[in-house]
């Protein structure tokens, strides 16, 4: 069936240094993903987005990457902060129907 | 950003009580939908609902679940008769900002029922 999951449910990196989130989908009629963040009792707050006719995109401190071939998206934030702790979900849809299917989260843990 | 607001924001119930979680969105907007997520699991679609319809909804939400836009303003979701398997967050979400076709979530109800 349809899913998206992510390799690493942890990720503890130094302040300072490059993350990678990753996540794998299998819905290849998937054509819009987005990258959120979810802080301690918050609800989740949109980071970046891409189109499927895109392999990167890039915002302040962030990339996206979108590899079809092998229904792969990474998140990359640079020179993390520790403001940049908290859950990372990766959500695919298709096209019209704005209904997203949510990856199962990577926590990331930035260490002082 | 215009926020969604989310009341309450926890609420706990007994087992066969019902909840009624409320949302509260711009107004002139038309994509609605409700997301759970139980505690240290993935976000769950439970329903989507365009000018004060159903659009779709997943298989979570069955009977025992419903949503109502009664005065063009809240948007509900009502749970007849709690279970303790409902026990999660619930987040109401609009459809857009300026510039993405993402969601803008509120800040969530914890219901927890007993």
């Known amino acids: 069936g349809e899913s998206v999951g992510l390799h690493l449910p942890t990720l503890s990196v130094q302040e300072g240094d490059n993350s990678i989130i990753n996540c794998a989908y299998s819905?290849?009629?998937?054509?819009?993903f987005i990258w959120y963040k979810q802080e301690s009792g918050k609800g989740p707050q949109f980071i970046i987005d891409i189109r499927s006719n895109m392999d990167k995109r890039q915002g302040q401190r962030v990339t996206v990457l979108l590899n079809k071939t092998v229904k792969h998206l990474s998140l990359q934030i640079a020179a993390t902060q520790p403001g940049d702790s908290a859950v990372y979900f990766c959500?695919?849809?298709?096209?019209?129907?704005?209904?997203?299917?949510f990856g199962t989260g990577t926590r990331l843990k930035v260490l002082a | 950003e215009p926020e969604v607001t989310q009341t309450p924001s926890h609420q706990v119930t007994q087992m066969g009580q019902e909840v009624i979680l409320r949302c509260v969105p711009i107004?002139?907007?038309?994509?609605f939908y409700w997301y759970r997520q139980i505690l240290g699991q993935k976000v769950e679609f439970l329903v989507s609902f365009y000018n004060n319809e159903i659009s779709e909804k997943s298989e979570i939400f069955d009977d025992q679940f419903s949503v109502e836009r009664p005065d063009g303003s809240n948007f509900t979701l009502k749970i007849r008769s709690t279970k303790l398997e409902d026990s999660a967050m619930y987040f109401c979400a609009r459809l857009g900002a300026d510039t993405n076709y993402g969601y803008t979530f509120g800040s969530g109800t914890r219901l927890t029922v007993v």
């Open positions: 107004s002139n907007h038309l994509y």
């Open positions: 959500a695919e849809t298709h096209s019209g129907t704005y209904k997203y299917i």
């Open positions: 819905n290849s009629a998937s054509d819009y």
